[in-house]
């Protein structure tokens, strides 16, 4: 079984990609929903109705049959090489990261069905920060895997806050920029 790893490990970058993509994307839509809810008739239906059915495929042929490949290949790859639990304190951090990744998948799940309902709790500059969440996990876990070092996650972790800070500021100053034009 050992044999199998590195494909293994193709089939679950290659997932972990497809499924970011879906997070990103769908979390964009979600803005673009939000907004639209704002315009008037008809093309405040036009346009809900069109981004229900968008995030919808996208959420059911693409992210989620990602996530669930991510998840299998990933399994996989720990049953071929499971010294990585045991002996990898790493391992440990990044599946703490991946468990977060998961529940912001779920999150972002329901929120897609509140908006199918015509339910919209979040504002687009609300879900443009949502949207940097999943940024920050990706960063998180990459550098997690790649750095493999106690001393470093101490220094991962501030540059983490770091960059989570710039990301955050980054929304911001596009949020007046924005306002600023639209006048």
């Known amino acids: ?8 490990l193709a089939v679950h970058i290659i997932f972990v990609v497809s499924w970011m993509a879906g997070l990103f994307y769908g979390v964009r839509l979600f803005i ?7 315009k008037t008739e008809p093309e405040r239906s036009i346009l809900t109705r069109e981004y229900t059915k968008i995030t919808a495929r996208l959420w059911n042929i693409i992210t989620v049959p990602a996530m669930c490949l991510t998840i299998i290949a990933g399994g996989l790859m720990y049953y071929t090489h499971f010294d990585f639990l045991v002996t990898q304190d790493w391992m440990f951090v990044k599946l703490g990261f991946v468990g977060l990744l998961l529940a912001y998948h779920f999150i972002c799940q329901n929120i897609m069905k509140q908006l199918r309902k ?3 709790i979040y504002s687009s500059n ?7 969440v999943a940024t920050i996990l990706l960063v998180a876990i990459v550098f997690t895997v790649i750095l493999k070092s106690a001393v470093n996650w101490i220094y991962g972790l501030l540059g983490l806050v770091i960059f989570a800070a710039v990301i955050m500021t980054a929304v911001k100053l596009y949020k007046r920029y924005r306002a600023k034009n639209e006048k």
């Open 32 to 38: 673009y929903h939000t907004e639209a809810n704002g």
């Open 118 to 120: 015509g339910i919209f």
């Open 1 to 8: 079984m050992e044999a199998y790893y590195r494909y293994f």
């Open 126 to 132: 609300q879900l443009r920060l949502w949207n940097e």
